[in-house]
């Protein structure tokens, strides 16, 4: 019960940073007419300088999540352009197989890849 309580207030922490996210993403969109698509390895953006707040929390060292954002599928195996919509993502830095990591899209669509969906956005 212990551990389900402790993942439970991570993932709202992943949920919260995804909202911030895509709300930084907006912003970037209004002012350059694209989003940005932008890997995160360990807090190193690429490309590099992603002008974005790349972990969830107070500090890199703490965080429960990294963050990431990319083209959103078009739902047959293809991307959607980068400047018509953006997911962003939410990778745990710790074992979560229920929820795993935590996604979503400029479009409004939620998801996650984990083994019991309903827990991602609760």
């Known amino acids: 019960a212990y551990t389900s309580s402790i993942l439970k207030g991570k993932r709202a922490e992943g949920r919260k940073a995804l909202a911030e996210l895509l709300q930084q993403q ?5 002012q350059r007419n694209t989003y940005l698509d ?14 974005f707040k790349v972990f969830s929390g107070d500090s890199l060292v703490n965080s429960a999540y990294l963050l990431s ?4 599928p078009d739902g ?19 074992a ?5 990591v935590l996604q979503m899209t400029s479009t409004g669509t939620k998801d996650c890849t984990g083994t019991k969906t309903s827990v991602c956005w609760k």
């Open 26 to 30: 907006e912003r970037y969109m209004t």
């Open 38 to 51: 932008f890997t995160n390895s360990g807090g190193t953006t690429t490309p590099a300088g992603a002008p």
């Open 69 to 72: 954002a990319d083209r959103c």
């Open 76 to 94: 047959s195996g293809g991307n959607i352009a980068i400047a018509d919509c953006v997911r962003v993502i939410a990778t745990p830095q710790m």
């Open 96 to 100: 979560d197989p229920e929820a795993n």
